[in-house]
């Protein structure tokens, strides 16, 4: 009996150890596999990113001040950033030094388009290389041109003294003095001044003198306005009677 117990338990240990080892090998088994599946994938992605690398060493810099025509820093501007090698239009403001910049910038040519407020739009253009910090040189942006229209209106006195230079050279019958007549519709109206000039070249016109001397000696050849009298005395009364 005490045999047989002894043949019992050696068996069990011996099937034990058996199904120990067959267990540790699918284990190692399924480990291997997993390591196998899992290299490719990683060998993929290395070249990915040894890959993306150069692109990102090639970005460079480009940076720059703006400033007005006294060389005062302008705040606000807009730098708006294109090139042949850009797939973005980037915009930037400057600060409160007028400075502006732009990262990581793929190498090639680029323009810069700089406007702000009372200025005029500013150009520049340039060559950015792999890795280059380029500094753009002090860019000094010019007044905007303003068009002012300057309107001059003329006062009432210098429309009717233009008016009046017409009036005077009036003559009826190319003699007769016509000074008193305008033709110009909603004639400006004449200063008191100007009444008392218009009157005066009128009544001393030599042919306004002459036909108001004539009318006068008749007058008083006729004995018209017999009050006045004869004589010098009457005619001179009769003269401003015409």
Do not use: C
């Amino acid at each position: 009996m005490r045999a047989k117990k002894k043949d019992s338990l050696k068996n069990f240990r011996d099937g034990k150890a058996r199904s120990w080892i067959v267990r540790g090998g699918l284990v190692a088994s399924l480990a291997l596999s997993l390591l196998l599946v899992s290299f490719p994938a990683q060998a993929r992605q290395a070249p990915e990113a040894e890959g993306a690398a150069p692109e990102q060493q090639q970005a460079g810099r480009i940076s720059g001040k703006i400033v007005d025509p006294d060389g005062v820093a302008v705040l606000g501007a807009r730098v708006k950033l294109t090139g042949s090698e850009q797939t973005a239009v980037p915009e930037v403001l400057t600060d409160d030094a007028g400075q502006f910049e732009f990262a990581n910038v793929a190498a090639g040519t680029f323009h810069l388009t700089i406007t702000a407020a009372g200025f005029a739009t500013q150009e520049f253009s340039g060559n950015l290389s792999a890795q280059e910090n380029f500094v753009v040189p002090q860019i000094a942006l010019a007044l905007a041109a303003v068009n002012t229209e300057v309107r001059v209106v003329p006062s009432t006195v210098d429309v009717a003294e233009d008016q009046i230079k017409v009036e005077e050279k009036q003559r009826a019958l190319k003699i007769i003095p016509n000074f008193y007549v305008t033709y110009v519709p909603n004639a400006a109206p004449l200063a008191p001044k100007q009444k008392f000039e218009l009157a005066w070249k009128y009544m001393f016109d030599p042919i306004t003198f002459g036909l108001s001397g004539a009318i006068a000696g008749l007058q008083q050849a006729q004995n018209d306005f017999s009050g006045y009298g004869q004589g010098g005395q009457g005619f001179a009364k009769r003269q401003p009677a015409r």
